[in-house]
């Protein structure tokens, strides 16, 4: 938390009051662009509303984004709603995609969390949610496409309570339904708002509830005073004594709630129709939340652990993240931050805490999407891109030297599909290999590994999807024409019996100084999700403490190759306790050796199992095809979890391995006469059945 906000000027709080940082989320085709969109062209940031058919998106910018229909990259840009700004950062719905919302949603104050109001809640959308979750971030629900037949805003705040957990407030019903949707009733102000979706420009009117919604608008408008009251004692206390708050009362006791209660106020609309933008824009101001009203990521001493407290203010010591890297054809690499305290200015040397290096700013940038206006400063609650440091990456931690603080990482979900990649010819090697390392920077979960054993480079990535688009970009950015294999699944390996003792030796004597590394170690299973974690426990000197780096090192390589088929070990703890050392002989890279050999004995005792990705499939069709559509998915090891309904379409949620779905779109279209659809994302990693496991290591040995 700020240590006081005392010492800032009062052009300061100002700066910071009507400041507002935030995103748009969302499962794909939720409208989420087409709404961002709309935010542009109503805050007067563009004067011509762009569209996603016709490929004149400001925020979809590439040119895999327009011709594919989708955002593939968070864009951000500013604008301003009155006297406020509002920071905005654009993400993507697909899976394939989705550190892209991680990193935004680490970095934003707030978001906008759109439904489809045909579709509801989607997988996706329940991943953005529960990272909205994990970093804590307030935000509004607008339920989109209301004019959609079969589009049900009720059905849509239902699920939004039961499958999300939410406290959602509706602040808003829908004013008609599918075609005949005009407008909506606020529930605040109690009056009606009808929108010209054929004039964009001209301004909504309000007027008078209409007869036959007076009575869901008074029950709705109960519900909205009961949920805000649970938030406010100002309005508890007039809810207690039946009295009614006034409308400023009322949008301060939601905005209290939203902040530091989890409220969620629910908005409607139809944004490709012009319908409900406006008062999302007068919500995303009166209910999220400024720079002032959250606390700062969490932060501790680089050196002793402890957590660190910082003042919230222009003048004071810099503190800020950079949370996005990205390639600009003009002038290269764009670093996007956020700033949490203190001021970034054009020319200033600041110190990377987390590569402990000294970085210095050549420019800085107000971005609009690929748009780039220069500036000279950046200042406390506000985000832009800075371009000349060296050794940054995605996740650094940037401050001033005599203050230095940590901001915990960012973590990325592990990729789940490979392909082999290579260059067409000997003269592109050089150029595939700076087009690798440029996306890799851009993007944590895009992973390179070169593989030793066949001399061929393996890319990883979220899905087929991703790696489509990074080959692409290839093509189109850096102008290399690589050769690609098949996508492979990304398995993983693990143990499932500890290893009490497991000891590695590296003895060389050669004639003059030889090499003495000696550790023993146990190494046992962990939970799932935990990676490979490395514990000291050595006491007594029994090996000096600068040669345990040395160790873990060995440990982490090890890891990256598993005994069963090479693939990378997860999920287990190595402890180092014992061991022994040569005050002549030990180095560095003796123990690293030692620490590799004793790791890899342990998890070939301990009962290695290899893993496989499970993920979440999503099929929504008509009804006469289920049950072909679940017996295939049966026939692909699936296990189904849920089949519902959803307007008059069925709905069946499952669980099925990766290495099964591939082909799966041609599959579905064939059963359904092209008429379901689907999407999936990974869920989890389970052990893959012997019979199964022994193709898959025989073929690797092969």
């Known amino acids: 938390m700020p240590e006081t906000t005392k010492a800032m000027s009062p052009e300061v709080v100002e700066r910071l009051t009507y400041t507002r940082n935030f995103g748009v989320v969302a499962h794909i085709d939720a409208g989420k662009t087409t709404t961002s969109e709309r935010i542009l062209f109503y805050t007067g940031r563009v004067h011509k509303i762009g569209n996603i058919d016709e490929g004149t998106t400001q925020l979809d910018w590439m040119a895999q984004e327009r011709e594919r229909g989708i955002t593939i990259t968070a864009a951000a840009t500013t604008c301003f709603w009155g006297k406020h700004r509002l920071n905005l950062i654009d993400t993507p719905g697909?899976?394939?995609?989705?550190?892209?919302?991680?990193?935004?949603?680490?970095?934003?104050?707030?978001?906008?969390?759109?439904?489809?109001?045909?579709?509801?809640?989607?997988?996706?959308?329940?991943?953005?949610?529960?990272?909205?979750?994990?970093?804590?971030?307030?935000?509004?629900a607008f339920v989109n496409k209301l004019d959609r037949v079969g589009s049900d805003f009720h059905e849509v705040?239902?699920?939004?309570?039961?499958?999300?957990?939410?406290?959602?407030?509706?602040?808003?019903?829908?004013?008609?339904?599918?075609?005949?949707?005009?407008?909506v009733i606020d529930l605040i102000a109690m009056k009606s708002v009808r929108f010209d979706s054929a004039n964009p420009s001209k301004a909504p009117e309000t007027g008078e509830i209409p007869a036959?919604?007076?009575?869901?608008?008074?029950?709705?408008?109960?519900?909205?005073?009961?949920?805000?009251?649970?938030?406010?004692?100002?309005?508890?206390?007039?809810?207690?004594?039946?009295?009614?708050?006034?409308?400023?009362?009322?949008?301060?006791?939601?905005?209290?709630?939203?902040?530091?209660?989890?409220?969620?106020?629910?908005?409607?609309?139809?944004?490709?129709?012009?319908?409900g933008v406006q008062p999302l824009l007068d919500a995303i101001r009166d209910f999220l939340p400024s720079p002032l009203d959250v606390p700062p990521p969490p932060a501790h001493h680089p050196e002793?652990?402890?957590?660190?407290?910082?003042?919230?203010?222009?003048?004071?010591?810099?503190?800020?993240?950079?949370?996005?890297?990205?390639?600009?054809?003009?002038?290269?690499k764009l670093f996007f931050v956020r700033v949490y305290s203190g001021t970034l200015r054009q020319g200033d040397d600041i110190y990377n805490t987390t590569r402990r290096r000294r970085e210095r700013i050549s420019k800085l940038l107000r971005m609009h999407a690929n748009k780039q206006e220069l500036i000279e400063e950046i200042r406390t609650g506000d985000i832009c891109a800075a371009v000349g440091f060296k050794a940054t990456t995605t996740g650094d931690t940037l401050c001033a030297d005599d203050r230095p603080l940590v901001f915990e990482r960012i973590q990325f979900p592990e990729p789940v599909i490979s392909m082999f990649i290579e260059p067409k010819s000997k003269a592109e090697q050089d150029k595939l290999a700076t087009a690798l390392g440029r996306l890799q920077d851009e993007d944590?979960?895009?992973?390179?590994?070169?593989?030793?054993?066949?001399?061929?480079?393996?890319m990883s990535g979220m899905g087929e999807l991703h790696l489509d688009v990074l080959v692409d970009r290839m093509r189109r950015e850096f102008s290399v024409e690589p050769m690609t294999g098949k996508p492979q699944v990304a398995y993983k390996e693990t143990m499932t019996a500890p290893v009490e003792k497991s000891e590695g030796k590296h003895i060389k004597q050669t004639g003059g100084r030889g090499q003495y590394g000696h550790v023993?170690?146990?190494?046992?299973?962990?939970?799932?999700?935990?990676?490979?974690?490395?514990?000291?426990?050595?006491?007594?000197?029994?090996?000096?403490?600068?040669?345990?780096?040395?160790?873990?090192?060995?440990?982490?390589?090890?890891?990256?190759?598993?005994?069963?088929?090479?693939?990378?070990?997860?999920?287990?703890?190595?402890?180092?306790y014992d061991g022994s050392y040569h005050d002549?002989?030990?180095?560095?890279?003796?123990?690293?050796?030692?620490?590799?050999?004793?790791?890899?004995?342990?998890?070939?005792?301990?009962?290695?199992?290899?893993?496989?990705?499970?993920?979440?499939?999503?099929?929504?069709?008509?009804?006469e095809f289920m049950g072909e559509i679940i017996g295939d998915l049966q026939s692909r090891r699936g296990r189904i979890d849920t089949i519902t309904q959803r307007g008059t379409s069925r709905v069946i949620r499952?669980?099925?391995?990766?290495?099964?779905?591939?082909?799966?779109?041609?599959?579905?279209?064939?059963?359904?006469?092209?008429?379901?659809?689907?999407?999936?994302?990974?869920?989890?990693?389970?052990?893959?059945?012997?019979?199964?496991?022994?193709?898959?290591?025989?073929?690797?040995?092969?």
């Open 94 to 140: 697909h899976v394939d995609f989705t550190a892209e919302v991680e990193r935004s949603l680490k970095v934003l104050d707030g978001c906008v969390v759109v439904f489809c109001g045909v579709g509801g809640v989607e997988p996706q959308s329940e991943t953005v949610w529960r990272q909205a979750d994990k970093y804590g971030v307030p935000r509004l």
């Open 157 to 183: 705040v239902k699920q939004t309570r039961e499958r999300l957990g939410a406290k959602a407030a509706p602040i808003q019903i829908p004013w008609g339904s599918e075609d005949g949707f005009t407008g």
């Open 212 to 275: 036959q919604l007076q009575e869901p608008a008074a029950k709705y408008h109960h519900e909205l005073l009961e949920k805000a009251a649970e938030c406010s004692d100002r309005l508890m206390d007039k809810y207690i004594h039946d009295q009614q708050p006034s409308e400023e009362e009322l949008r301060a006791g939601i905005r209290e709630g939203t902040i530091k209660h989890g409220l969620v106020p629910v908005l409607c609309g139809a944004s490709f129709r012009n319908i």
């Open 304 to 332: 002793t652990g402890e957590p660190v407290t910082f003042e919230l203010d222009d003048d004071a010591p810099l503190m800020a993240l950079a949370f996005k890297i990205a390639t600009d054809p003009y002038v290269g």
């Open 444 to 458: 944590p979960t895009f992973r390179v590994q070169y593989n030793q054993e066949t001399g061929q480079t393996l």
């Open 520 to 576: 023993i170690m146990k190494v046992e299973p962990a939970p799932t999700k935990s990676g490979v974690t490395f514990v000291n426990k050595v006491v007594g000197g029994r090996i000096p403490k600068e040669f345990i780096p040395a160790v873990e090192d060995g440990v982490m390589e090890a890891s990256h190759s598993g005994p069963l088929a090479g693939y990378p070990v997860v999920d287990v703890t190595a402890t180092l």
């Open 584 to 623: 002549v002989d030990s180095s560095e890279i003796a123990f690293k050796i030692a620490g590799i050999e004793s790791f890899k004995q342990a998890i070939l005792k301990g009962k290695p199992v290899l893993l496989e990705p499970i993920m979440l499939v999503e099929v929504v069709m008509p009804e």
């Open 654 to 702: 499952g669980f099925v391995p990766l290495a099964d779905m591939f082909g799966y779109a041609s599959a579905i279209r064939s059963l359904s006469q092209g008429r379901a659809a689907y999407t999936m994302e990974p869920a989890m990693y389970e052990r893959v059945p012997a019979n199964i496991a022994e193709g898959i290591i025989g073929r690797k040995g092969s």
